[in-house]
Structures are given as C-alpha cells and as structure tokens.
C-alpha cells in the first residue's frame, strides 16, 4: 500500500484503466435531488432491504467528480469516491477519505461498487453501490439521521481535490416513499393559506397570524398533499409555517397581528393541521389516509402562522408566502390528525451556555386521552413525523414506551440539521395506544453563547418538538411536558418559590460544565408536568416522570464483496489497524512527471468491479 503525503493541493491522474461493458442499476431510482443552486449536480438514489443503497450522479463536468459525505460538514473525516473517463474512454473509480483541508488518501477498504459510467460532450454519469454500514471505518455510516453530502468536479482529469468545485448540502436518504408510487386522484383542487401583501417588519423574529376559511365543499374531501408557496426573494426570511385547525365554536379576530402579542385573541387554535419549515419540500399522505373537510365534525377555519427571521433588519420586503392545499372528493380510508409533542416551550426551557452538549427532555403522557377526548381514543397509527428546534438543536428523538417498558425509538435524528426540516414518513406504521409514553429528548450545543437560552418564539430562543401524524383522528391537539424550575433551580443552590422565581434563579448561576451536568441531571429525574389540549382548547395536566432510553443497537457491516456481516469488536479492531497502517509521512514527497501518470496503490479493478453482482 503506498502512503499519500500532505500536500498542499493533491495533484494526480488515476491509470487504472479497463476495457469493459457497463452494467446499468437493475430497476429506476425513487428519489432524486439537486445538489447545488445552479443545477450542475443531480443525485438519484434508491435503497432496498438487504440495506443496499445505490446512488447514479449526473455532473456537468467531463473531468473527475467526486461525492461522498461528511460528518458535521467540514471535509476532515470526509468519504469520497472520485471517478471519471479518460479521453480514450478507460475508466478510472476510487473510494477515498479526507484527512485534513490538505490531504486526502485512498481507502485500503474499497467499499463502492461501480455499476456504470458515461461520458457525453458536456457531462459525466456514474452510477454505483455500497451498504449503509461498511466494515470501514473512513466510511461514512448511512443512517437514518440528516446526512451532509459532499459532492464536486475539476475541468479535466487532472485530479486536484481541494481546488475543484465542492458543494456540501444537506440530505435524508432513507426515506421511503415518493409521490410517484402514491395514489395521486384523478380529480383535486388546489387552495391556498396565505397572507396578501404582508409588510414584513424590520424585526429579527416576526410571528404573523391571521384566520382563513378552509374550502368550502358541500360534500366531504380529503386534503391529500401540502406544500410551501414562498415568495420569491424572501426564502431566507420565512423560517417556518403552521397551519392550526380552530374548534366551530371559536370567536375568531379579524386582519393580521403578532401571534404571541399583545392581543391574545390571535394566538387561539392549538391543533396542528400542516406545518412546513425551513428546507422541507411538499408532503403527500399515505393512501390510507387524508385530512378531512366538509363534515360538521371538521374545522372551517384555520389559523396560519407564518414566522419571519429578518436578522438582517432589511427594509420594505412584501410577502405573500403560506400553504397550498390539495384535496378531492376521492375519500381515503382514514381521516388524519397531528399530536404535537416535546418539551412545553416557554418560560420553563433553558440551555445553558458555553457546553458541548445538553439534553432537554418533554413527556406525553397519554392516560387521561380517552377522557380528554370525550369517547375512548382509537390506536394511533403513527406513519410520518416532522422534528423541531432551533440553532443551537444537534439531534432530536422520540421513543415510546408501553407498560413502564421502551417498546421503540419511533423517530430519531442525530445529525439534525436547522436547515433541513421536513416531515418524513416511517418504514412501517406505529401504534401508539392510550396509555402509552411518549418521551422527546433533544441535545443541544450552546459553544458559541456567553449566556443562557431560552425557550421562545425566536429562533435565537429555543423549541424541543415532535409531531406526530397518524390516523384514525382524536381531538387531541397536543401533550407535552415541562420540569420543574424551582427543584432545578434549588439543585443548583438557589432558592425559588415559584416557576418565575426559579427561572430567575438559574440566571444567578456560575454556569460551567459540572454544573450544566448537575442541571441536566435535575431536568431529567424530576416529575414532569404533562399539559394536554384539544382542538376546542379545553386543556387538563397529567405527572410522569422520564424513563431512560434504551439505544438501539447498530446493525452489523457488511463488505460488499462478502456478505457476512461483522461485529463491532471486529469493526473496532479494523479501525485501529487503518489508523495505524495509514499513517501519513508529512515528509515524504510524491515526484510527478507531467508525462506519465502515477499509479495508485489500490485503485479499484474496474473489470472486476463491473462483472461482480
């Protein structure tokens, strides 16, 4: 095996050529996405049982290109493969990974699977494979948390690396169903919730609410499809949007005003009908199930609220932006609802500063539904969800619980990204039963605060939120939890006789690692307040108390080459001999004669690859 040495800028051409057919992906690709603004980079990719995931990319670039992925979305510890077609057609394809911003070094484990590459006049296309855990420890796990994508090019097949055109974008690939293999009706309408000509304000967070009718249909439909309408220009103000059902017999205000101000009459509507937020797309419903109008039991009306970030206070920006609907009288089985779940956002949450991680933790308990609800509350079956926080949010889970036992992880990102917010659809439907727990635990890192984070309404504060979408409807809106401040504030020394006394407590606090611990763990082993709510806002409180989470076990690796799956003292193992076998020699030196090409140590045999199935 040769070692690579730092250098500034790698510099090679790859010489493995090959004289070989092509061998195509066997079915089409469910999912695809652009990688950057421009269009230059096109991803499609699908996934199957056996945890195979194979990717085709179409670059606009006839000299090498590369993609992989990232852990945080700095390149060290990035996995790439890099590939192209020389000009006398031979191929050339390699699994690398990123040691630092000057260095990069070929994987001894080649873990991509070539399928197939093509080039035409202007662009290049590579399909190829790999499992989503590999016995390699440069690769790059693919799971089912947010993953930072890395994808680039160069003009030719020179290979420089660090000067080529990189993107980096953020991606969910486990996902598992797509609009084109749902039911789409034959016969739908379009309407939208949206605000007219709205004057956002020169304010870093705006929280604009006004009241819109929903269709008017004499018989009933199904909404079966939502999606953003952002007006143009102002995508990077509009940082989320929900869409709450109001009980019939609400008094409703008129015009639009600040959701949480000074008139209180515009923050009425709790249930969770549709939300968007910053990098989601549109959501089509599972053919089971759709949201019902038109019945006297269904809302005629709605509240939007369209939360705005002008952080950069910019002057006279009109915005039309909200929610299209898409509904039909082609009824679906089930009519479907949203449970808004996590941590009761304000005034209780708080983060403190300066630490590499903290956990806050929001319990639904769901003992009281059925009388909250009025009639015994069918199982809940849970088949999407959509996870929120704020700036300072790493990762986000839900768990469930049955009996005081965890019965699942139900939904989990531990690569949250802010920018990426979406509602996603599980790989099988979930039941949650009354009486069933439901705990939200978010992780945050406050690195980069000198002082203490509130939960709010900003996206400077915070939110530690799940929901939930499932059918057969309840008239639950929403169950989350809170701690109490005054047992956390008088663990950390302070005295507080009530919520408000405890919350200005904390502030007095010398904030440092142990004592952010300490709060933590005060957080966590306190009983928890359980609020509950219905879509008329009658409202009743519930105790619990946050059970441990068990984590799941990591699926075995898999060599594409050979199936047998490896265990984790053999995955460790194999770690530390690469990290030891593949040392870097800062001295040595890689000479480079213009006119020969330099061969790699352990280049893939692209014949073989190309046969092997």
Known sequence: MMSHPCMKSLLFLLSTLCLCSSHSASRPMRFSAYLDPLQQFHLQWDHDSKEMITFELHVQSTGWVAFGFT?????????VVIGGVLPDGN??????????EETIVEDESQDYQLLSMTEDKTSTTITFRRYFQTCDAHDQPITGDTLRVISGFGPDDTIDFFKGKLIKRSLFFLLYL?????????????????LDDFAIPEDDTTYACTFIPLPRVKTKHHIYKFEAVITPRNETMVHHI???????ASVLPTGVSDCYGAEPEFSLCSQIVVGWAVGGGSYMFPDETGISIGTPRDPQWIRLEVHYSNFDLIPDLIDNSGIRLYYTPELRPYD?????????????HFLPPGVESFNSYGLCNTSQFDELNGTPVPDMNVFGYLLHTHLAGRGVRGVQYRDGKQLRILCEDNKYDFNLQETRGLKEVVTLKTGDEFLVECRYQTLDRTSLTFGGPSTLNEMCLAFLFYYPRNNISSCMGYPSIQYVAQELGQTAADAMEGMMAINLVDWDNETAKKAEKACKEVDQVVILKTIDEVVVNETGFIRDIIDTEPAPCKNIFNNDPTSEPEMQARYQAA???????????????????????????????????
Do not use: R
Not at 91 to 100: E, G, K, N, T
Not at 242 to 248: I, P
Not at 586 to 602: D, W
């Open 71 to 79: 852990t945080h979305g700095e390149l060290p510890g990035g996995d």
């Open 178 to 194: 797509d609009e084109a293999h749902l039911n789409t009706p034959s016969v739908y309408h379009i309407y939208d919730l949206k």
């Open 91 to 100: 191929m050339y394809f390699s699994d690398w990974h990123i040691v630092d």
């Open 242 to 248: 929900l869409v709450y059902a109001c009980g019939n």
């Open 336 to 348: 479907m609802g949203v449970l808004q779940t996590g941590l009761y956002t304000f005034p209780i």
């Open 579 to 613: 990290t030891t076998s593949n040392a870097l020699d800062p001295k040595a030196t890689l000479p480079f004669p213009t006119s020969l090409f330099v061969h790699l140590g352990f280049t893939w045999l692209l014949t073989f690859s190309l046969f092997v199935v």
